[in-house]
């Protein structure tokens, strides 16, 4: 089954975005997103989660059951 890459984006009240992406891993997740934050403007936080240090093949040979 293929995975999954997703995009979530919050705005609140004040005009604020947040983005949250799921399913990427590894600097593909900059490469997916870049176009987005260089048309929104000035990116003030970046919060790097564990999936950044992942690779493809990690997450590949996580999904195996035995």
Not at 19 to 43: F, P
């Amino acid at each position: 089954m293929p995975r999954q890459e997703r995009i979530k984006f919050t705005i609140t009240q004040d005009g604020m975005v947040k983005e949250e992406v799921q399913g990427v891993y590894g600097d593909a997740c900059e490469n997916l997103t870049k176009r987005v934050e260089d048309a929104l403007g000035h990116v003030h936080f970046t919060q790097e989660t564990a999936d950044r240090y992942a690779t493809n093949e990690q997450k590949g040979v996580q999904r195996v059951t035995l």
